[in-house]
Every structure is written in C-alpha cells, then in structure tokens.
C-alpha cells in the first residue's frame, strides 16, 4: 500500500518569492508520482508527473518538482510566485501496473499556498 | 471542447434522502473515475468505470452507494439513504484510456451536505 503526506497544510508567502512545497510518500513499491492544483471552484489540474529518466521534472506555470528515492520526497518548487498562484496543492502518488487503472490515485491532504503581494 | 462536467454544483439532502451526482466526461473519453474529499482531507478513490462495466470499486463503501457509467448519457454516482458522514466534495475525472502516461482531467466538483 501506498501513502502520502503533505507536511504543510498552509504556506502563506510574499509574490515574487521562491517556494518549496513538500511532499514526502511511502511504499513498499516504485511509484509514480503526481502534483495537481486546484483554484477555487475548480477541478484538480495536473501539474507535473514524475513517471521515470530524470528526477527532475518541469510542469506547467513555472513549477518544478525533484524525485528523491532515497528521502521519498517528491517536492515542489517554484522560484518566483505569483499572485495567481493562490490555490491548493495535492501530491499523489499511484503504483505501475495497478492492473490497468491508472486513475487509483492516492492523494495527500494537500497543501494551500497563498500568495501575498 | 467542454471539459468534464459535474452537476449539480451543491447538492442539499436531509438524512435517508438519495443523492444523485452526475458526471459528464470529456468528449471522447471512455474512462471515469470518482473520487470523495471529506473536510481537510486528501481525495479519496471511489470507482472507476468503463462504459457500461466497472472495472475498480475497490474504494467504494459496501452499502448504500452505487455507480454505473451507460452506453449512453452521463456517469452516475448514487447514494442512497444519505447520512451526515456522507458530506463531501465528490469528484469525477475521466481519460482516453487506461494507461499509465494517460492523463486525468478533473471536473469541478459537486459538494454534498447532508442535514
């Protein structure tokens, strides 16, 4: 069995300062790993995925998240935020080979970050 | 293209009412899946559906609640007799396909209070 946890479950930081959202998983197998962000009133978008190769991995709106095997941290990090990056955080986390459904997620409870100019 | 849609937005029913959630997926995916937000928690699996066929249900309560996704029309998550545990934010994403590099696209969401 997987899990998942999100050590913070709100960063609060100024505009145009870098951020480091963490998150740190368990299993007994290899995982992929997922960041999806959700704005208000809306649905989770995928941001990035670590699947396999590098462990760096770049995502959509300038966020990028390093895969650690040795730690189990899949953290994400932007170097400058901005204003319209107020949302909430979630990192997942699924196992290869789920018998084909991909979509078994396992989410952590997610981190919100606001953004304060 | 319209993205995955979810109605109602905010479903309101007293204890041993029925819910129905609705979910409508992208246009030319055949995979839904649903998941429960309980307060201050993580999304949770429910099921995941083919059309017509479920195919994973290993996150769904053993009583009361149901799914089904037809050959025709939206997917359906039903809850019967509802009680207060049962308020959640319930999720429906759908894919293409099933496989590991396809990607989930989510709707919005449909928030559930039981009374």
């Known amino acids: 069995a997987q899990s998942v946890t999100q050590l913070d479950s709100q960063v609060p930081v100024f505009e145009e300062a870098p951020v480091e959202l963490r998150c740190n998983y368990s299993?007994?197998?290899?995982?992929?790993l997922f960041w999806y962000v959700q704005y208000p009133n809306q649905g989770l978008q995928l941001l990035l995925k670590?699947?396999?190769?590098?462990?760096l991995v770049k995502g959509i709106n300038g966020f990028e998240a390093e895969f650690n095997k040795s730690q189990t941290s899949f953290h994400l990090r932007k170097p400058s935020v901005h204003i319209s990056d107020t949302a909430e955080y979630f990192c997942a986390v699924r196992a290869p080979n789920y018998g084909g459904s991909q979509g078994n997620l396992i989410f952590g409870k997610g981190t919100k970050l606001s953004v304060k100019p | 293209n319209a993205g995955v849609m979810q109605n109602p937005r905010h479903l309101v029913r007293r204890r041993g009412q029925e819910a129905r959630l609705r979910c409508s997926p992208m246009k030319g995916h055949s995979h839904v899946y649903w998941y429960r937000q309980l307060p201050e928690e993580g999304l949770k699996f429910m099921v995941y559906l083919q059309k017509e066929n479920i195919i994973d249900e290993s996150g769904m309560p053993k009583e009361r609640f149901s799914a089904e996704f037809p050959k025709e029309g939206p997917s359906i998550l039903r809850i019967q007799q509802v009680v207060r545990g049962d308020s959640a934010a319930y999720f429906c994403?759908?894919?293409?396909?099933?496989?590991?590099?396809?990607?989930?696209?989510f709707g919005s969401g449909t928030q559930l209070s039981v009374l």
């Open positions: 299993s007994s197998v290899s995982v992929y």
């Open positions: 994403a759908s894919s293409p396909g099933s496989g590991s590099n396809e990607k989930l696209f």
């Open positions: 670590y699947l396999s190769g590098s462990t």
